[in-house]
DNA sequence: TATATTTGTTTAATCGATTAAGCAAAGATA
DNA sequence: TATCTTTGCTTAATCGATTAAACAAATATA
């Protein structure tokens, strides 16, 4: 029963018996065309059920107005609010959205952007996989001269605008925070030194401690994959140590979890013992018990921001590919998982 | 410094001094090109980096080796993990997915069918948003000619492809498990009456509860949008009639979540007083306490079927879009919310 | 030797939409 | 009336890859 060939402008033309190149500038309202022939092409159009064949016109503009996205997952909050605020803005703007994952997979990664590639999308919008260290094939799309940008996953090395919050910034908040909970002893599971964002973490909460006067211990100083089974395992090596933290800073909510999980298990106070705040203020982190205090990142704005930011490049495509950072803040959520006070009371 | 223009067919044969088509079939490994000439060709091609054209392929060839996707949303667990074995299987195919999220909305989800036949996707898989009930955005995929395959969410009427679990089975374990716990008076939080899967959800619940002689109470079966604030509202509704039941069966995760909640800010104990049942197996009802009880609904094995589906579609251009429906079986997941037992010991 | 087959390649059409260039007819200007 | 503009459309080239058809040269067959 289906009506297996698409319509074309051809067949339009055919009825009408003008050119296809009439029908053409006739759908794209060309002041160069009569009213009623304009009149007469839509409503054969819209009779037929015409649909442009977006291939043929893609090919011929060079130009796909499909936006790839890369995230390392879709099943995080963040990371799905990011793209879905992106969406909307781009999808304004007459783009479409391919979204790929990367699983934290270097290798995926690749995959993911030689895809886009191959789709001949007019740009791409991605945050690095944990596992990416070698950036040869962000430098193909560079080399592609398609804009690139990066949201909360970066790299300074590829000199592409960058979307995100400010990690260093986000880690003083909270060290300062644990600090006016009374709490002497901080350590911190942070993500892999070469991640930038989880690196200047790391600084922020350095740099942080010692301007507190508090001790910097190596021993509370520890590097994880902030999986929620590697937050079980780090968090049952600071319980291991002689001398407990009583506050543990972890650098990913997920990580978060499951060192609380380890402390519900050992019987811990949380807070009074020892106080916990993650980072990402994913949904969980709300329901759990008790609430674990979180970074919020904002992530319906850094999606529109990267979307404008792509934006920007296609309707200005002189702008070089530049170092162009969009830093915006980052809020401590406080929840009962650090709120000594609350207790208090 | 970028080298703008991309590599061509053209440039290749221009190079060699031979013809497009023979580069074009060199690159195919044609039979009839001289290994000689297949060599030099993909010599050169590797030397200029080229990349076929996919959209002057696709256009030529009438296939875009893309398959559209389209789920509810990403963010949850079961959706990511369909569409991430989805993709496993169909990469290895030669296609390549796009994903668009309809954010249970019946308008977005319109969008991204258009979107997705705008970019001449080689098929669509799709599972449908909460809201949809007019089916005329599928039947125009139907009519377009191309496979359509629906999971999880899907709809008799569209007699098309259909991979999902048994709601109607998974039903009749949850309420035996709740009547083996003891349980006498047995509510059900439900999705909307309207979608199949919940449909089934709630005649399976009706007919098990009839089964074993238990009172069949209308304010005892609700419907909900089955989110966590939704979940909270009629989990409140429930508290508040004269007698409360001893068991909620919730057909979400997430309502479960949210009913949870009330229950513990009621200081209700769960499952000694009330019992809880969830829908979905997501991650977070291991996370809470007490931790909820939940089917597991295999969204591994369903995605690697929705993407086998459409692969023997397209293997086999001549089967006719068919109701042909692979049901799987879930899984009761039982923890401490509905495990009474294990409070006993 | 004459004919058939195989091999290796080129030519040219094609997918469908877009657009620069061309051209005829109508209207405006002098 | 003669010339210039504007209007409204057509022609034809183009995007890049693919492929049916054609064809020449080499090889096999009779």
Redesign the interface.
């Known amino acids: 029963m289906?009506?297996?060939k698409?319509t074309t402008l051809k067949d339009i033309a055919n009825i009408l018996e003008i050119s296809t190149a009439a029908v053409s500038k006739a759908l794209q309202d060309d002041s160069r065309i009569s009213s009623k022939t304009k009149e007469a092409v839509k409503k054969v159009a819209k009779d037929l059920n015409y649909?442009?064949?977006?291939?043929?016109s893609?090919?011929r503009k060079g130009k796909?107005n499909?936006v790839g996205v890369i995230v390392p997952?879709?099943?995080?909050?963040f990371?799905?609010?990011v793209?879905?605020n992106m969406?909307e803005v781009l999808?304004k703007a007459g783009y479409?959205?391919?979204?790929?994952?990367s699983?934290e997979s270097y290798k995926k990664e690749c995959?993911s952007i030689d895809?886009l590639?191959?789709?001949?999308v007019d740009g791409i919008i991605a945050s690095m996989a944990n596992e990416t260290t070698d950036l040869d094939y962000y430098e193909k799309i560079?080399?592609?001269?398609i804009p690139l940008i990066l949201f909360d996953r970066g790299e300074n090395d590829l000199n592409v605008d960058y979307i995100g919050i400010d990690d260093y910034a986000s880690s003083h908040m909270i060290v300062e925070h644990l600090v006016e909970q009374g709490c002497k002893r901080i350590a911190h599971i942070g993500g892999y030194q070469r991640t930038r964002i989880f690196n200047n973490r790391i600084r922020g909460y350095k740099d942080a401690i010692e301007k507190h006067g508090l001790p910097l211990d190596s021993e509370l100083l520890l590097e994880s994959s902030l999986t929620q089974e590697d937050g079980r395992i780090k968090m049952e090596q600071l319980l291991a140590l002689k001398t407990r933290p009583d506050a543990v800073y972890i650098a990913g909510d997920y990580a978060a979890?499951g060192a609380l999980?380890v402390l519900?298990e050992n019987a811990i106070d949380v807070p009074n013992e020892i106080a916990l705040v993650g980072f990402g203020n994913e949904p969980?982190t709300a329901?759990?018990?008790p609430p674990i205090t979180s970074i919020e990142q904002h992530s319906a704005e850094i999606g529109r921001l990267a979307a404008q930011t792509f934006l920007e490049h296609v309707s200005s495509p002189d702008i070089k590919q530049s170092l162009n950072k969009k830093i915006l803040d980052a809020e401590l959520i406080v929840r009962d998982s650090s709120n000594k006070k609350a207790f208090l009371n």
Chains 1, 2 share one sequence.
């Not at 560079?142 to 001269?145: C, D, E, F, L, P």
């Open positions: 289906s009506n297996k698409k649909q442009p064949n977006h291939l043929a893609a090919l796909s499909l997952r879709t099943n995080s909050n990371f799905s609010s793209v879905q969406e999808n479409n959205i391919i979204i790929t994952q699983n995959d895809t590639l191959f789709t001949q560079k080399s592609r001269g979890l999980q519900k969980f329901m759990v018990s």
